[in-house]
């Protein structure tokens, strides 16, 4: 079987005030024809669908019929991450249309997605597929839902009022390693039960977090609790899995799961469809088409990463106005731009000048070339006249002395806190 691995499609989501809803609709329709045209059996989302959790209308209308058009080629398994509303996006999903398949429920962590090849294709005489779609698991929640006797064997209860027994299970510890193992023994036991039945059962598991070893940028959302936020690649090693389809982190890559016994677990980030920063600039997007059945053979060649479209590229261009404004800056008119201008001076309509050249620049910075540093900066104190060390700290972050009509300034300022002291 072969599984199309997406996530992080963050509808609604804009870059620097720029609406990048049209843009998004063109990945999915980019996901729909690769679904058609590689026959891909399952699409499986591994989370943050949407970017926030209460949507904006035309984001929820977008993913409704990119669910509706992708379900026509392939089975669809849907999870929540740390940005969408669990209930919201789980909302009505036993009433789906067949194919389709939302898992966004704790309480169902352990219960795979049996999935068979699609109608009519090679091998759909092959094991079934087993997805276990684990929602974003919140330490907070998760800790007490995901919690039984055999994670605490030396605490059969809590305490309550006055240190009487609750009669329940200890809560997980408060951190993301110990929930998600919670969930990761669910998922094992019940492979081993499929699996004594039918050794050839192959299982995807799809999760929403950060492991140890992916790299980061800054347009994730930070999802530390009590300090520990990640959770470590063993956590996933010696559970049976064929491959781990990860969300959260917006940069494809691959994440080394320790081998056990001499058996290897696949696990990647599929990455954001589209960039969400300029700590992005240098990724590049695309989605993972998984040949399940070659994972265990050849797992190089099992995973192709399918190059998304790129709407509009983003760049950086560094230099004076006038070098940015002439020839240097010709090869950029049409990119997403952080512009960043080196003259001594800051140049007057600087922003209105930039954008009449590059019209899709979204961020524009004057950065001077900065003085040698200097060993000491004075500190106000006896001996030191504050508007002197006014004049060096001026002259410190921006590369030139200040003129006299702020040193003006900075001495008004001086006399009128001297007089508010005395006032008091």
């Not at 600087?350 to 050249?357: P, T």
């Amino acid at each position: 079987m072969r599984i199309l691995h997406t996530s992080d499609w963050h509808l609604g989501r804009t870059l620097h005030g720029v609406d990048l809803l049209e843009h998004q609709a063109a990945h999915l329709d980019h996901l729909v024809e690769l679904t058609r045209s590689e026959a891909v059996d399952a699409v499986v989302v591994a989370g943050d669908v949407y970017d926030r959790a209460i949507p904006p209308v035309d984001a929820v209308s977008l993913l409704s019929e990119a669910v509706t058009r992708l379900a026509e080629h392939a089975h669809v398994v849907v999870t929540p991450g740390n940005h969408d509303s669990a209930v919201r996006l789980g909302f009505g999903d036993r009433l789906l249309r067949p194919g389709v398949h939302v898992r966004a429920r704790l309480a169902d962590v352990g219960a795979p997605v049996v999935l068979g090849p699609r109608p009519g294709a090679a091998g759909g005489d092959g094991p079934p597929l087993l997805v276990y779609a684990l929602p974003y698991l919140d330490p907070d929640t998760a800790r007490h839902v995901l919690a039984d006797a055999a994670d605490t064997p030396d605490a059969p209860g809590t305490e309550g009022v006055g240190g009487a027994p609750t009669g329940g299970p200890r809560p997980l510890a408060r951190s993301h390693e110990a929930v998600m193992g919670a969930a990761l023994r669910r998922v094992a036991a019940d492979l081993a039960r499929r699996r004594a039945a039918d050794p050839e059962v192959r299982a995807v598991v799809v999760g929403h977090a950060f492991v140890v070893g992916g790299l980061a940028s800054d347009s994730e959302r930070d999802i530390r609790v009590g300090g520990v936020d990640a959770v470590p690649a063993a956590a996933f090693a010696g559970r049976g899995l064929d491959y781990v389809a990860l969300g959260h982190l917006h940069g494809p890559q691959r994440v080394t799961v320790p081998d056990v016994g001499g058996v290897s677990t696949v696990a990647r980030y599929s990455g954001s469809p589209l960039a969400f920063s300029f700590s992005e600039l240098h990724q590049r997007k695309s989605t993972a088409l998984v040949d399940v059945g070659r994972l265990r053979t050849d797992a190089d060649a099992a995973v192709e990463l399918v190059p998304a479209p790129v709407p509009r590229r983003l760049a950086e261009v560094t230099g004076s106005l006038d070098e940015l404004l002439g020839e240097a800056g010709e090869p950029h008119v049409d990119d997403w731009l952080r512009v960043v201008v080196t003259d001594a001076v800051r140049p007057a309509e600087l922003y209105a000048r930039v954008r009449s050249r590059f019209p899709h620049a979204l961020q524009v910075t004057h950065r001077p070339p900065r003085v040698a540093e200097r060993e000491v900066v004075a500190a106000v104190g006896p001996g030191h006249d504050p508007l002197d060390v006014a004049r060096d700290f001026v002259e410190h972050v921006s590369g030139h002395a200040p003129s006299e009509a702020e040193v003006v300034v900075l001495r008004e300022a001086f006399e009128l806190a001297l007089a508010e002291e005395r006032s008091a």
